[in-house]
């Protein structure tokens, strides 16, 4: 199992550019969660989605943050247009509520600065 | 919201020592997780606990659940410096599975 994926890993761009990070969970596992994390912060939950459906975006901070999952199998958050201030660490997980247990799957994160 | 308080923030020992991590909350938890985050990394399942008073083993690390579910802790024996990172406490949502994260412990260890 190749795990969470995430791409890009880093990316590097300008204020006011729309930014698209992607998600691939782990293959039969029917939750995905979104998390930003920074020093200031730690890691916030920004939105989680279960079967594809997002329950809860409470986490989401502002409306320029907007995340979908078309399928099971791919996930993004968007940021348009983005702001120094959502530079952070940004995490894709899932989980399987068939598992019997909510451990979450973490992918490597993206990286994102945004000058 | 409902959050789990961690301490301390930070630790720095010396290889060999031991390590406890506290968590604790104002409410009571259904279940309680542990995950480390090693420099650079990103967030690993460690275990969850659910029974009260709860007591689990994995290798060198001891994890217990308080007896009114409303603290865990986390022991490392005899440190090494495999053992560094930031561990984190995490409150389960229960059925909805959401995971409300500490602001975690940051352990390192001098060789």
């Known amino acids: ?115 | 919201g409902q959050q789990v308080m961690q301490i301390p923030q930070y630790q720095h020992v010396q290889e060999g020592e031991d390590f406890t991590t506290y968590c604790n909350s104002s409410t009571t938890l259904s279940n309680i997780q542990w995950y480390k985050q090693r420099p650079g990394g990103h967030p690993v399942f460690l275990i969850q606990l659910v029974k009260s008073g709860e007591v689990k083993k994995q290798k060198r690390l001891t994890f217990q659940f308080g007896e009114a579910k409303k603290n865990s802790s986390l022991h490392i024996t005899a440190t090494q410096t495999t053992d560094v990172g930031t561990y984190f406490c995490v409150m389960s949502g229960g059925s909805n599975y959401k995971l409300t994260f500490g602001k975690g412990t940051l352990l390192t260890v001098n060789p």
Not at chain 1, 25 to 34: A, K, Q
Not at chain 1, 77 to 97: H, N
Request: with cysteine; charged share 20%.
């Open chain 1, 1 to 115: 199992d190749a795990g969470v994926i995430q791409s890009p890993r880093h990316e590097v761009t300008e204020m006011g550019q729309e930014v698209t990070l992607r998600c691939k969970p782990i293959s039969g596992h029917n939750s995905l969660f979104w998390y930003r994390q920074t020093m200031m912060r730690g890691l916030e939950l920004l939105i989680y989605f279960n079967n594809n459906v997002p329950i809860d975006d409470s986490g989401m901070p502002e409306d320029r943050f907007s995340a979908k999952m078309p399928n099971a199998s791919f996930s993004t958050l968007k940021i348009q247009p983005s702001e120094p201030r959502d530079s952070a660490v940004y995490f894709c997980a899932s989980s399987s509520q068939l598992a019997g247990s909510n451990e979450q799957f973490f992918g490597p994160g993206t990286r994102l600065t945004v000058l």
